[in-house]
């Protein structure tokens, strides 16, 4: 079975920095594209950052400046470094992975448990 166990999230102050961790478990073919959503009280959830197998990344326009996503393809591991936090940063961060169970089976798109980021003074 296909785990997304996410480590990273917590308290922080506006201005400061985290990193979020997904480390992706179990038995599976390949992973493709990674990437990290947010959700926040009340808010649909949204788009932050997202890499491809290839390394190509793509970031919502609002973290763009702020946010970096890069991928460990042989610890099968995503990463979300946040710089210059803003209170609107705060929501829950997921992971998702869309990953191939054998060769013959189609990518099924996962997610993690979610990680809480609060960022207040």
């Known amino acids: 079975q296909v785990q997304l166990v996410e480590s990273g999230g917590g308290l922080v102050q506006p201005g400061g920095s985290l990193r979020l961790s997904c480390a992706a478990s179990?038995?599976?073919?390949?992973?493709?594209?990674m990437g990290w959503y947010r959700q926040a009280p009340g808010k649909q959830r949204e788009l932050v950052a997202t890499?491809?197998?290839?390394?190509?990344?793509n970031c919502a326009d609002s973290v763009k400046d702020r946010f970096t996503i890069s991928r460990d393809s042989a610890e099968n591991t995503v990463y979300l470094q946040m710089n210059s936090l803003k209170p609107e940063d705060t929501a829950v961060y997921y992971c998702n992975a869309l990953i191939r169970a054998t060769w013959r089976s189609n990518t099924n798109q996962y997610w993690g448990q979610g990680t809480q980021v609060t960022v207040s003074s």
């Open positions: 890499i491809t197998a290839g390394g190509t990344t």
């Open positions: 179990g038995r599976f073919f390949s992973i493709n594209g």
